[in-house]
């Protein structure tokens, strides 16, 4: 199994969660983040007052599944978030031993139904 990390842009989530979903991935986590990376310092103000805003606010998807996918998650990420600018994230990807359900205590790929 694998684990795959994306970081993306907050406005390509609802896509790319409507295409994961039409292509049969429906299991996912999702949080709200911030990094930084190349993207230049943002200035801002607040009560009159100016400040930099060094990290960018961006979504984490998680998603876990059999390794046979890996190719087809990542191309689907990359096909929804890539606008080719600085700041479209990154996809980290990671070996997963084992998933087991709290529940029921399944095992493997079981779990994941």
């Not at 998807?61 to 994230?89: M, P, Q, S, W, Y």
Request: glycine share 10%; aromatic share 6%.
């Amino acid at each position: 199994m694998k684990k795959v990390e994306a970081i993306i842009r907050p406005e390509a989530f609802q896509d790319l969660k409507d295409r994961l979903r039409d292509e049969g991935i429906t299991g996912m986590t999702v949080s709200e983040v911030a990094g930084c990376g190349l993207q230049k310092k943002q200035t801002g103000v607040f009560r009159g007052s100016h400040f930099e805003v060094s990290l960018q606010a961006k979504i984490k998807v998680e998603l876990v599944f059999d390794d046979h996918l890996l190719d087809h998650v990542v191309k689907n990420i990359r096909d929804v978030c890539a606008t080719g600018a600085i700041g479209d994230g990154k996809i980290f990807v990671y070996p997963v031993e084992d998933v087991i359900r709290i529940r029921s205590g399944e095992h493997g790929l079981t779990a994941f139904k």
